[in-house]
T-cell receptor, first 116, second 110 residues
Framework: EPEVTQTPSHQVTQMGQEVILRCVPI?????FYWYRQILGQKVEFLVS????????KSEIFDDQFSVERPDGSNFTLKIRSTKLEDSAMYFC??????????????FGQGTRLTVV | QKEVEQDPGPLSVPEGAIVSLNCTYS??????FMWYRQYSRKGPELLMY????GNKEDGRFTAQVDKSSKYISLFIRDSQPSDSATYLC??????????FGSGTRLSIRP
């Protein structure tokens, strides 16, 4: 069964460094998302992406964050200058494949980001 | 008032019991309702997806939506220890982001 894959599974970085989290969405999906989950807290929306542009973003998604779909398969989240409070699980999701609604989102296994 | 409210539990039941998990919401624009299962340090796994009001059944799982009360439920019949996980309700208007509840931690005792 097709799945969303994310790399790396765990990333440790120093405060102030840039990180890029990578995702390969399900191949025929059209909508892509990043969510994050701080340990013990709820899953929070960061950004949605459709037709090669951001369709919606939350207040968490400030100028230090950016997303890109550099080719036909990858979808990346860049955090420019990491802060301690960016430590969380980051989940990529995709939806809107042929015959499926754009609201039925499938999630990857996540990247655990630890900022030290 | 939070957009989506979910009792965090934990909820502990014996194997074979019927489990009832619930969420309430405040945004009447929500039309699409999902239940996800999440194991520790893993990604949310989509279990059930329903549009508007009504029931949907899939094996041991039944999802119910009551839009008039802004209340959704997930029932698990014949619960198994492998059902032990955190269950997240999620919903969207369809034109906007998916909003998650905080999750209910469920434990099934053998």
């Amino acid at each position: 069964e097709p799945e969303v894959t994310q790399t790396p599974s765990h990333q440790v970085t120093q405060m102030g460094q840039e990180v890029i989290l990578r995702c390969v969405p399900i191949s025929n999906h059209l909508y892509f998302y990043w969510y994050r989950q701080i340990l013990g807290q709820k899953v929070e929306f960061l950004v949605s992406f459709y037709n090669n542009e951001i369709s919606e973003k939350s207040e968490i998604f400030d100028d230090q964050f950016s997303v890109e779909r550099p080719d036909g398969s990858n979808f990346t989240l860049k955090i420019r200058s990491t802060k301690l409070e960016d430590s969380a699980m980051y989940f990529c999701a995709s939806s809107g494949g042929q015959g499926r609604p754009n609201t039925e989102a499938f999630f990857g296994q996540g990247t655990r980001l630890t900022v030290v | 008032q939070k957009e989506v409210e979910q009792d965090p539990g934990p909820l502990s039941v014996p194997e074979g019991a019927i489990v009832s998990l619930n969420c309430t919401y405040s945004n009447s624009a929500f039309q699409y309702f999902m239940w996800y299962r999440q194991y520790s340090r893993k990604g949310p796994e989509l279990l059930m997806y329903t549009y508007s009001s009504g029931n949907k059944e899939d094996g041991r799982f039944t999802a119910q939506v009551d839009k008039s009360s802004k209340y959704i439920s997930l029932f698990i019949r014949d619960s198994q220890p492998s059902d032990s996980a955190t269950y997240l309700c999620a919903m969207t208007s369809g034109a906007s982001k998916i909003i998650f509840g905080s999750g209910t931690r469920l434990s099934i005792r053998p």
